[in-house]
């Protein structure tokens, strides 16, 4: 069986961590579509985003990586939302910015229940980036610190 994130899934173990990535870059954009009574070809757009998101940065980290996968689909859903809502690319930006600064440290611990947990942690992140450039923007930049000895 092929993941849709580009690796194979050989055992039951890593089928199950795949499929809550899916589900995790899937279902919040389509109950935020339903919500907001979305056009079906926008719910498409969204999810296609979503998705082409998650693989993009999966693709990046490489063959292992400590980072959970929850959190690469989360940032897939907040694009996601963030075009639903009508967002433009440097919505979009901001809201994977936000991801990235708030949800980044969350490491995988091998789907165990405990993905149920980073799940909602990660989907409810997602929905606030993406909700957060229309009040401010991203977060800022930091500054760096010079240190003198």
């Given at each position: 069986?092929?993941?849709?994130?580009?690796?194979?899934?050989?055992?039951?173990?890593?089928?199950?961590?795949f499929?809550?990535?899916?589900?995790?870059?899937?279902?919040?954009?389509?109950?935020?579509?339903?919500?907001?009574?979305?056009?079906?070809?926008?719910?498409?757009?969204?999810?296609?985003?979503s998705?082409?998101?998650?693989?993009?940065?999966?693709?990046?980290?490489?063959?292992?990586?400590?980072?959970?996968?929850?959190?690469?689909?989360?940032?897939?859903?907040?694009?996601?939302?963030?075009y639903?809502?009508?967002?433009?690319?440097?919505?979009?930006?901001?809201?994977?910015?936000?991801?990235?600064?708030?949800?980044?440290?969350?490491?995988?611990?091998?789907?165990?229940?405990?993905?149920?947990?980073?799940?909602?942690?990660?989907?409810?992140?997602?929905?606030?980036?993406?909700?957060?450039?229309?009040?401010?923007?991203?977060?800022?930049?930091?500054?760096?610190?010079?240190?003198?000895?």
């Open positions: 069986m092929r993941c849709p994130y580009g690796r194979r899934a050989d055992t039951r173990h890593e089928q199950q961590r499929g809550k990535s899916g589900i995790c870059a899937t279902n919040p954009v389509a109950v935020f579509a339903k919500e907001n009574k979305n056009t079906p070809e926008e719910l498409i757009r969204a999810l296609t985003l998705h082409l998101t998650a693989i993009y940065i999966k693709q990046s980290l490489g063959a292992l990586s400590a980072l959970c996968g929850c959190v690469v689909a989360s940032i897939g859903s907040s694009c996601g939302i963030t639903l809502m009508g967002g433009s690319y440097e919505n979009a930006c901001h809201a994977v910015k936000n991801m990235i600064a708030n949800i980044t440290g969350m490491i995988c611990d091998g789907a165990k229940p405990s993905c149920s947990l980073k799940i909602s942690s990660g989907v409810s992140t997602a929905v606030l980036s993406a909700q957060w450039p229309w009040r401010a923007s991203s977060l800022p930049r930091q500054r760096e610190s010079s240190t003198t000895t």
